[in-house]
């Protein structure tokens, strides 16, 4: 399992710790042939400069759910509008090229600098650490049958899109140099995108994150949580709260730490809504604790392999005051979310939806399972929309 977790603080509170993943910035591939120092932002190998007004690829007429969640992701903090997705979903890099580098608006620099470290992550063959992700979590679901299914679809559907994406990436070249001089450009009129990025570069990065944080970007804010709070508890609070509003994760890891008492007593009321609203918002592993607070084993496969934390389990989930509805509820439409490929290629996660589901239709009793499919029913008339949408899966 490619999840690592790092011990980040010693103890806060009531003793609690806090692990966390090192923040994992990957900045992007340096190609071997870079094209001139003074020439355009990508150019197809071999071949002349390309016009920034060259039409795309068309996008494909039904772009899979599950590819858009995992684009978005990768886009965090930026969204791009859906047709850019759509035809990054294609495998149309160029054409994305063309557009991000043509356009001069807030975020742009930061999402060309977003698209080159996705083909260098993502534009090649499958890591072996990949392959046997997605060997495990069909081991996970071999007996149920429909969720090894869902699973196997899933599969495809990434590899057919690796595919795309590999030839849409292996024409098109990015300058390195070139796009950290955007992102500075960007970064120097107050872009929140464009600073952060480029505080995850720096040997020192805590005067560009800190103005990152100031102007408002969320991801910034919770970096710095995770910076103070082992030695400013209260300063990594503050930060964490601010981060809390605007991201799902961050508030996610708000909420846990409320359970765990990070910040002095144990709040069980104030995690967990905040992990109702994440969850709502769409953090899996604030599904993951909702549905099913279970070890620390099974709860790792709810934290996105891009996430730059992850809490502890709890010691207590039982404090939350989650009953068996309750938790049928949010596994319910952590389940749904699944099947309709939201959690992206995140097959671990998909597979504990799946599995957590099932696993509660058979083990709670007739009764309580027509109160828990009612309440499940419930929270999806009022949640499934917002969730989806947040995920880029709607």
Not at 6 to 12: E, F, K, R, S
Not at 224 to 253: H, I, M, S, T, V
Not at 270 to 297: D, H, N
Not at 323 to 352: H, I, K, N, Q, V
Request: a neutral charge.
């Amino acid at each position: 399992m490619r999840r690592t977790f790092l011990v980040l603080a010693g103890l806060a509170g009531a003793g609690v710790l806090i692990a966390a993943w090192l923040w994992r910035a990957t900045p992007p591939a340096t190609p071997e042939a870079q094209p001139p120092a003074r020439g355009p932002l990508w150019t197809v190998p071999g071949g002349a400069a390309q016009p920034l007004s060259a039409p795309g690829a068309p996008p494909p007429a039904a772009v899979p759910a599950e590819v858009r969640a995992a684009l978005l992701r990768r886009f965090r903090g930026t969204a791009p509008p859906r047709e850019l997705l759509d035809r990054l979903a294609a495998g149309d890099v160029p054409s994305v090229a063309r557009q991000l580098t043509a356009r001069d608006e807030p975020g742009a620099a930061a999402r060309l600098w977003d698209l080159a470290a996705l083909c260098g992550s993502d534009g090649g063959p499958a890591s072996a650490s990949a392959l046997a992700d997605e060997r495990a979590a069909l081991e996970s679901t071999a007996a149920d049958a429909a969720a090894h299914a869902t699973l196997a679809a899933l599969i495809g559907t990434r590899h057919a899109f690796a595919e795309r994406l590999a030839a849409g990436c292996a024409a098109t070249s990015f300058d390195r140099a070139l796009l950290e001089r955007r992102l500075a450009t960007s970064a120097a009129r107050g872009d929140v995108a464009s600073l952060e990025r480029l505080a995850a570069l720096d040997p020192q990065p805590l005067g560009r994150l800190t103005s990152a944080a100031l102007l408002g970007s969320p991801r910034a804010q919770f970096r710095l949580a995770l910076e103070n709070l082992p030695k400013q508890p209260d300063a990594g609070r503050q930060w964490l709260e601010a981060a809390a509003k605007g991201d799902a994760d961050a508030e996610a890891y708000y909420g846990a730490c409320l359970l765990n008492g990070c910040f002095g007593t144990a709040d069980p009321v104030a995690a967990r809504a905040a992990l109702e609203s994440a969850a709502r918002r769409g953090a899996p592993y604030a599904l993951g604790l909702l549905a099913s607070g279970a070890s620390a084993e099974e709860l790792g496969r709810w934290v996105p392999a891009d996430a730059p934390v992850a809490p502890i389990p709890p010691r207590d989930p039982d404090a939350l005051g989650v009953d068996p509805s309750g938790r049928y509820a949010w596994a319910a439409l952590a389940a749904g979310l699944a099947t309709d490929g939201c959690f992206g290629f995140e097959f671990a996660t998909t597979a504990e939806a799946l599995i957590v589901r099932s696993g509660l239709d058979q083990a709670l009793r007739p009764a309580e399972l027509t109160a828990a499919r009612a309440a499940a029913a419930e929270l999806s008339s009022a949640t499934a929309g917002t969730t989806r949408h947040a995920l880029g899966c709607d």
